[in-house]
């Protein structure tokens, strides 16, 4: 059985070695959330070869994967969240069939959560919506016919747009992963007011702190988990009431160092903490 809320980190798989593994498992890592799963882990026999090597290397620190972060290459994140994920027009088809290629890789491994930043929805009602919701109904399908979820990122969208979306698509395995930094980040919902819409859809939690910007148009600050203003703790025993039991998966967006390392150890500690606190209480 699964350790209800079992807390892990992003890692990416260009960036993992048998040190990293082993400084994280002495921190307490349980799990983690896999991204930029490329060529080199999805083609021919090499592919195939670095997967079971990667996943060895994982078990022999009994750290489990559980989600897969869909990963494009040339993306270009910015405040509008128009020039990433599945919304551009033009990239959509190639990154839909690396998506899928992804997400067997992920069934492959025995992972159930797939997230993606999908990107910056149309308007709601034009033609681009319209043509926009049936590609991601068929991704969806993909995932639910891999018996995964299919998790947006929160990042450009409010709750309301999430929501309607969601009906849109109308498949039950459509989801949040639950980033709360990043809706302060691109100056969105308060979390609290979001969690209070769509908190029955959270499959995945980002454990990440962060503030608004301070200027219209430009992106807000990530900080240490804790040390922003998304209020964490609360958050979290919001969602634990709501009957959530899922993944917690730190991100902390900074260069591999010994910041990061302290951040990240820091955070799992405090995890562990908050976890006994409310499957106790």
Known sequence: MSQALSIGT????????????????????????????????????????NSAALMRLLAEHAIKAVSVFLSFPAQRFTADGGGFGLTPPQPRAGRIASA???????????????????????????????????????????ANENGQRFLFETGPESAHELQQTFNDIGMDNVG??????????????????????????????????????????????????????????????????????GPLIIERELPLGPEQQRDVAEAIAWLKQLRQLLLNA
């Open 10 to 49: 992003l890692l990416r798989l260009p960036d993992i070695t048998p040190e990293r593994l082993q400084f994280l498992r002495q921190a307490g890592l349980e799990c983690c959330q896999l991204a930029r799963v490329g060529e080199d882990w999805l083609h021919g026999q090499q592919g195939a070869d």
């Open 100 to 142: 899928c290629r992804q997400m067997l890789w992920a069934r492959q491994h025995h992972i159930d959560f797939i997230t993606c930043h999908v990107g910056k929805m149309p308007a709601h009602g034009d033609n681009d919506y319209q043509q926009l919701i049936d590609d991601l109904r068929q991704v969806a399908r993909f």
């Open 176 to 245: 949040v992963n639950f980033d709360p930094a990043n809706l302060l980040i691109y100056n969105q919902d308060d979390p609290a007011d979001f969690l209070s819409l769509l908190a029955d859809r959270v499959g995945v939690v980002h454990c990440k702190d962060g503030r608004r910007p301070e200027q219209t148009g430009h992106m807000g600050k990530e900080t240490p988990l804790g040390k922003g203003d998304t209020r964490f703790a609360e958050l979290l025993a919001q969602l634990v009431g709501h009957g959530f039991r």
